[in-house]
């Protein structure tokens, strides 16, 4: 090139004259020995001497952007300008950068208005001629212009062209040196590893700073080197193993992690990426190599803490959804795939709302507008309540749920996180508490109608002691009078003796005041100020010697009976008294029969509790001996009931009673120190029972008969009570002894509550009801459909007094009323018991006495209290006894301690595995039966068995019937391993 521009010199030469020739000659040469920018720069200078121009441009193009120039040299007004870059389009440059030369001597912007440098610089004339690199290709282009018109006889276009060959191949070298020496400052200054390695010696050709710095090696160090070297799990052979397919061209690339090893012997964790390049035709490996260290630490943390939420939520009961900005399902964990049914295969990318929440429990569509969940998006609030999902299986359950929007680290909300879980089991729980609140408060209201009637009961005790102080003051004064009157006419009788009609007079007064004086000892007795002569007394005796008195008084047509218990407690009483009283209370049942019936008189013991106290203010708690008299009259209403201990209060005609015979009776007794009761209905007679204290002074004859201490059971009893009173009485003090109990109005509902099917272990029923079908119809109905099952009478009247002529058939129970709540304890469990010991079963589920299984002892393992708690109560209620612990540990120091039937245990304990517990039991106890009871049992085939094939699975949740059948399917020795 500087051989060309020597010899374009003499044609340059004539072109100028006069002393700037030989300046110019000089100059010409001096930049043809010029290499590079200074060439380029000393070019531009030289083309706007030679030609007399202003401006001379040097540009290049980039090969990115075509339509982009950049000045590599800018000469004007005489000296080098800063370089820039400019848009070809719509410049005089853009025809020169086409390929051609270009020259527009004069009015250039007009041509091209939109070149701001041409109309900025007041251009007039422009030259361009285009630069090639050695194959043909655009690099730059070389312009000069002027703000007048270029001097043609200058040749500016040969001109140019002269100088166009050397730009160009200067512009050329510049451009590959400049591309070469960039690279290989970014390969020297890139932060990643990256190694260039001979393919046949292995040996490092280049190694960049970043590897040098981590690896602790010197460059001189690392050309003594191989990969091998820093590749602690690699061995020479197996490294050339690994890069034979890239030698043999079966791929391209290699991308594998492993371990560089320092200098100082740590080492550090790396991606490769190898490849197989030709340097010069020389084979040689390209590695790129990124630390990653930190990001799989980073990986690992993440994943542990992954896991650890998995865990959490793969194991927690509530069930958890994820959904994105589109309310579509991007996560589900093991509870919520089991409350809707779905797995999360069958929900990912759906929106939720369609998939379980789509319809009413109606069958209405629910659109989405209504969700309450769905708003906690859109309006960025969490929402919470209840609601109804819809399962798999198209069935409806009640959910409790929370929504709340997912931020990011700005607060954006980006989808929501919601957690539900079923509360079929909290809605009972609410019903039951609700229906406990109901029955709490009728248990007030009944303890305030209880209240009331004590409070009746009290004002009427008051009465009758405010009306018993009168009366005693009245007869008092009476005797009295009667004592003057009965002297005088003691004194008359003396005067008029031997006057018939006068003797007569006097004798019919004496009657009169005797009379008088009858009337006087009945109102003292009413108002408890006769003079009793009491004594220890058998009644038994004192009713058996009346017998025959009564029976004379009463008439052939009335049917006089005595009962007399067993083992008669003695009494403390006036018996001459007593007998009046009986005497009273017989001639009242007379005529209340009208003459024809039947009398029924009754001595047995009554042990008074706290409980009959409160509601018999007058009675106090202890040991009595009851008097019984019962007939079969009218009866009484509610109203006359409650009048006839009033002194002189009688129903009989006038001149047919005093009305004092009841008063003397409620005298005698309250004076004794004991009570009297009436329990009547009308059309169904009147039973009185008398309560006198017991006396004991006999106690060595009486030890045998202490009442025995109350007790209640678990067992159903059906309650048949007419009266809504007594119904709920009884049965809130069955329910408070332990009983299970159900309960009906008349004799009908009662049949109907038998024939259902219900398990009823005691007929507790009411002999007098309303209706057509009688009490003793449904009890033998009772026991035709349900042979194992115990009856309970209960009646105002004495047993002998209820059906068919007055008696009871043989082993048939009844207790009259009024009772106490130990007497309805003790022969209710009397009762029971009885049915036992003649070998009947108390569950009427319909088996037989051959399928009721023997009694097990049986150990549970389960960590989850109400799991536990429930599990025992089933397996008490099915008649084994039944052991609980809540770790693997505890469950094999309890078999170690005791001897067990079967285990029951769960899988995930806190401690060791079900599993192992099943295991060391069946090793240790071979003929221990094992069942596995758990809410995640695998396939039949997946299933294990400890060993000796006696390993039975239990899926939960179960219920009592689950239980019941697979302790029915266990196999057991001969002999129980309870028994040995």
Known sequence: MEDELRQAVPELKNNYAGSQLNIFSDEVIECARLVGTPFLKETVKLLSFALNVRWVILCEIDQERPQIARTIAFWGDGQHQDNIEYDLNGTPCSHVASGEIYFFREHVQKQFPNDEMLSDFGVQSYVGVPLHSSDGEMLGLLAVFHDQAIDERLEPSLTLELFAGRAAAELERLTTTSAAERLGRIVEDAASETFIFDAETLKFILVNKGARENLGYSIEELRNLTPVDIKPEFSQEAFMEMILPLKTGKVPLLAFETIHRRKDGSDYEVSVKLQLLRDQGRPVFYAAIEDI???????????????????????????????????????????????????????????????????????????????????????????????????????????????????????????????????????????????????????????????????????????????????????????????????????????????????????????????????????????????????????????????????????????????????????????????????????????????????????????????????????????????????????????????????????????????????????????????????????????????????????????????????????????????????????????????????????????????????????????????????????????????????????????????????????????????????????????????????????TSGRSLENVQKSLRILVVEDEILIRLAALDMLSELGHEAKGCTSGTEAIGLLEAGIFDALITDLGLPDISGYEVATQAQSRWPDMQIIIATGDAPEREGRISVTNGHTHWLSKPYYLSDLEDILKRLSFPLQSVSEQ
């Open 293 to 843: 260290t930190e990001r799989n630490a980073t990986r690992r943390a993440l994943q542990s803490v992954t896991n650890r939420l998995d865990t959490v939520l793969n194991n927690t009961a509530m069930a958890v959804f994820l959904m994105n900005e589109h309310q579509q399902c991007i996560y589900m964990n093991g509870a919520a795939e089991q409350l809707t049914g779905y797995s999360f295969e069958e929900t990912e990318g759906r929106t939720l709302h369609d998939v379980i929440h789509h319809t009413y429990p109606d069958g209405r569509i629910f659109p989405l507008e209504e969700c309450a969940i769905d708003r906690a998006l859109p309006e960025d609030n969490q929402m919470q309540g209840e609601d109804v999902f819809v399962h798999k299986d198209g069935s409806f359950y009640p959910v409790s749920y929370t929504a709340s929007p997912i931020r990011d680290a700005a607060g954006k909300a980006l989808g929501t996180v919601i957690e539900a879980k079923n509360i079929t089991e909290e809605i009972k729980a609410r019903e039951t508490l609700k229906n406990f609140n109901a029955e709490l408060e009728e248990r007030i209201e009944q303890a305030l109608i209880e209240r009331e009637e004590i409070e009746a009961q009290l004002r009427q005790a008051q009465k009758m002691e405010a009306v018993g102080q009168l009366t005693g003051g009245v007869a008092h004064d009476f005797n009295n009078l009667l004592q003057v009157i009965r002297g005088n006419l003691d004194l008359l009788e003396r005067d008029v003796a031997g006057n018939v009609r006068a003797e007569h007079r006097v004798q019919m007064a004496s009657a009169g005041v005797q009379r008088g004086a009858k009337l006087a000892q009945q109102l003292l007795a009413f108002s408890r100020k006769q003079a009793l002569t009491p004594k220890t007394c058998h009644l038994g005796h004192v009713i058996s010697g009346m017998g025959n008195m009564l029976r004379r008084m009463l008439g052939e047509r009335i049917d006089v009976d005595t009962i007399i218990s067993d083992r008669l407690w003695n009494s403390f009483v006036d018996e001459a008294q007593v007998e009046n009283a009986i005497l009273n209370l017989a001639i009242n049942a007379r005529d209340a029969m009208e003459g024809q019936g039947k009398l029924t008189i009754e001595a047995s013991n009554a042990d008074i509790d706290e409980f009959y106290s409160r509601r018999n203010p007058e009675l106090e708690p202890g040991q009595y001996v009851t008097l019984s008299v019962t007939d079969t009259g009218c009866g009484m209403s509610p109203e006359i009931k409650e009048k006839i201990f009033d002194p002189f209060f009688t129903t009989k005609e006038i001149g047919k009673g005093t009305g004092l015979g009841l008063s003397m009776v409620y005298g005698l007794v309250k004076q004794s120190g004991g009570q009297v009761t009436v329990y009547s209905e009308e059309g169904h007679g009147t039973t009185f029972r008398m309560y006198l204290p017991r006396s004991i002074e006999e106690a060595e004859t009486l030890n045998e008969n202490v009442s025995v201490a109350v007790i209640g059971g678990t067992e159903n009893i059906l309650v048949v009570e007419d009266d809504e009173d007594v119904r709920s009485t009884v049965t809130g003090l069955l329910k408070e002894l332990g009983y299970r109990v159900l309960s009906a109005e008349d004799a009908a509902a009662g049949l109907a509550i038998i024939e259902s099917g219900a398990r009823i272990d005691l007929l507790f029923t009411d002999v007098v009801m309303p209706g057509k079908l009688q009490s003793r119809e449904m009890a033998e109905r009772a026991k035709t459909l349900l042979p194992d099952i115990a009856v309970l009478f209960t009646s105002g009247y004495t047993e002998n007094s209820i059906v068919h002529a007055g008696r009871l058939d043989d082993g048939v129970n009844l207790l009259s009323k009024p009772y106490s709540r130990d007497a309805l304890a003790r022969r209710v469990r009397e009762c029971i018991d009885r049915a036992k010991t003649e070998g009947k079963s108390n569950v």
